[in-house]
């Protein structure tokens, strides 16, 4: 089993949306997910409860009883576990990233977003674990130019060496009007908000699967 968490320390980045979305990706490929929802709000539970359909299987968790709720998931032949991280714990944060195989982490091109990412990164580097930071809520490009405020931010996201995810997700009403019903924007009408998480789940799989093929330890970041 390969192991997500979905990390912001700072909250309304969108990490929720994220790791949702990513378990649903897997659930829409038919891998068998687990989604293990620590944010005290339960939100990512809210928002797949909500699901008409069959989707990935579910859970609430803490830092305490993730290590256990991990081996429930082994033994249970699950294939993916996403851990939807609470914002601002950052033990219950740390304690996620020890488990997982990599470790997303979500940021708004905004300076108070920016400014939260440099800790998370500093925290996942520190644990060595490989990594990938994704570009949210981002406004859409007009005629093919990004605005002011993700040039901004892809330039501090270089300076901090954040490896950054070939897909930024723009700010799309697709997003929250599918998680309404406890869908993906892979399942709706919306192309655009669809083939950016397709090309998100396709970065992180193959970064799963390159954890295990390697199945060591991999190298620090710098």
């Not at 304690?95 to 982490?105: F, G, K, P, R, S």
């Not at 993700?150 to 954040?162: C, G, H, N, P, S």
Request: hydrophobic fraction near 50%; charge should be negative; aromatic fraction near 2%.
């Amino acid at each position: 089993m390969r192991t997500l968490a979905v990390i912001a320390l700072k909250g309304g980045s969108g990490k929720t949306t994220v790791a949702t979305h990513l378990a649903l990706a897997a659930h829409l490929r038919g891998q068998d997910a687990l989604l293990l929802d620590m944010d005290r709000q339960r939100s990512a539970l809210n928002i797949l409860s909500a699901r008409p359909e069959t989707g990935p299987e579910m859970a609430a968790s803490s830092g305490p009883k993730l290590l256990s709720a991990k081996f429930a998931a082994v033994a249970r032949g699950k294939r993916l576990l996403v851990i939807d991280t609470p914002a601002g714990a950052v033990e219950d944060v740390s304690e996620a990233i020890v488990l997982a195989d990599i470790a997303v982490m979500v940021v708004r091109p905004t300076l108070l977003d920016l400014a939260g990412l440099a800790p998370t990164l500093s925290l996942v580097r520190g644990l060595q674990k490989p990594s990938t930071v994704v570009l949210s809520q981002a406004p859409a490009p007009e005629d093919g130019v990004e605005s002011p405020l993700v040039r901004r931010a892809l330039r501090a996201l270089d300076y901090m060496r954040a490896p950054l995810a070939p897909v930024t997700l723009r700010a799309r009403t697709a997003f929250q009007t599918a998680l309404e019903t406890g869908r993906s924007v892979e399942e709706t009408q919306d192309p655009a908000a669809a083939a950016e998480i397709a090309a998100l789940w396709e970065h992180v799989e193959g970064m799963l699967a390159w954890a295990a093929e390697e199945d060591l330890p991999p190298p620090a970041q710098p």
